[in-house]
């Protein structure tokens, strides 16, 4: 559950609103990505019109990143159904001699279920680091991101490492520090082993106009129907989607305290809560700290 909400209308009056959003396992990831986010960044230093834009950037987040969940359960339950409906004989049926009869064509709703993931993943991740200033657009919005660190992260994009270092030294260079440190490092990191994987993923989805779509594989075993999901990249379809989300919920988290970090005073500091230490119920997994003095 999520809220409240005030919605005024001048005929109505004022209305409170809760919603409930996603089901137990969505109430970790917004739990993390919402509530832990907000507590913390209240020990950073940011002026009230800050405070305001980062609010409403972090829910802009928020919300894409709802998008992207509610792609990947649409995509469990399409195989849940498929599987469901080919057992029952309603969907993909053997005939005499090996033949597959197809009642349902399964390929065209698994597509748009995987390419609504991987695009909404994508816009995700430009609301979490920003894209790069469009002239002819006349305004800029600030991300999460760049309103904690004042700079705007969008060379985490580029394509090529030596563009990435380059304006990554920029950044250091006008913030130093470890906090800014441990940053980068995670940009660098995450470059490395998924977030350029997805642009491409994405990129492909929607600018290649040879990009073959996933195709099923049916088998006749007798009476029955041996089915064969897709891989993408050598790894089971459903697999795949939930490393990237993963990922996704991780990288969100992690960097936006990390930026976060970056505006707390000199004797704070945001560090991992021990396994064995972390409440169940308020499912944190990070905490402020005062430093020892030195």
């Known amino acids: 559950m999520i809220g409240p909400e005030l919605l005024d209308n001048p ?48 829910k802009l987040l928020f919300e894409c990143m709802r998008q992207s969940n509610d792609a990947r359960h649409e995509l469990w339950r399409l195989i849940e159904q498929h599987v469901k409906d080919i057992s029952e004989g309603n969907a993909v049926v053997a005939g005499s001699r090996g033949v597959i009869s197809v009642l349902q064509d399964f390929e065209p709703p698994l597509n748009r279920a995987v390419n609504s993931f991987f695009a909404s993943s994508r816009t995700a991740l430009y609301h979490l680091f920003g894209q790069r200033d469009d002239p002819s657009s006349g305004s800029h919005s600030r991300t999460a991101a760049e309103i904690l660190t004042g700079d705007n992260l969008s060379f985490v994009h580029a394509k090529k490492d030596t563009t990435f270092e380059a304006e990554a030294k920029k950044f250091l260079d006008k913030h130093p520090g470890q906090p800014s ?5 995670i940009l660098r990191s995450d470059r490395t082993s998924w977030t350029l994987g997805l642009q491409e993923i994405r990129d492909k989805i929607i600018h290649d106009t040879t990009h ?20 993408l990249n050598g790894v089971e379809l459903l697999d795949f989607v939930e490393m990237f989300w993963n990922n996704l919920v ?10 976060i970090a970056i505006r707390l005073p ?18 944190y997994r990070w905490q402020a700290v005062i430093l020892p003095n030195p």
């Open 181 to 185: 440190a441990h940053l980068i490092d």
């Open 11 to 58: 005929a109505l009056g004022t209305t409170m609103i809760f919603k409930t959003l996603g089901d137990a396992e969505d109430g970790v990831w917004m739990f993390r990505t919402m509530h832990q986010i907000s507590q913390l960044s209240q020990a950073a230093a940011l002026s009230s019109s800050d405070r305001a834009e980062f609010d409403a950037a972090h």
């Open 266 to 283: 000199a004797f704070m500091a945001i560090v991992p809560i021990p396994e064995g230490r972390r409440d169940q119920e308020l499912p």
């Open 212 to 231: 073959e779509p996933l195709r099923m594989l049916y088998q006749a075993r007798g009476q029955k129907v041996a089915i064969g999901f897709p891989r």
């Open 250 to 259: 991780d990288a969100t988290e992690e960097i936006i305290l990390a930026c």
